[in-house]
């Protein structure tokens, strides 16, 4: 999993700027990440991806997950922004 995860993070830089991928890339990794206990670097795929695709259809998702990897870590009154960004 780990593996996938670099090699996808390498290839997705220059793939984010088409039409067709980019809702995917953050999504993908930052679950990747958060299904693999790391957290931190959820946070800030899906922190990254909301931030760089503001009209996403998938943006609610990734502040949802976003949030969800910040409380992991404790980082609760970020968390609690994310959620209250995401409208829910």
């Given amino acids: 999993m780990r593996r996938r995860t670099s090699v996808f993070r390498e290839l997705c830089p220059p793939l984010?700027?088409?039409p067709v991928l980019?809702?995917?890339?953050?999504?993908r990794?930052?679950?990747?990440?958060?299904?693999?206990?790391?957290f931190a670097d959820a946070a800030q795929a899906f922190d990254s991806g909301?931030?760089?695709f503001p009209r996403a259809d998938t943006r609610p998702a990734w502040l949802f997950w976003?949030?969800?990897?910040?409380d992991q870590i404790g980082e609760t009154a970020i968390a609690n922004e994310r959620y209250r960004?995401?409208?829910g």
């Fill in 16 to 18: 984010s700027g088409q």
């Fill in 22 to 27: 980019r809702s995917a890339p953050p999504g």
């Fill in 29 to 38: 990794s930052g679950w990747w990440a958060y299904k693999s206990g790391r």
């Fill in 50 to 52: 909301a931030a760089a």
């Fill in 66 to 70: 976003s949030g969800r990897a910040h």
């Fill in 85 to 87: 960004r995401r409208g």
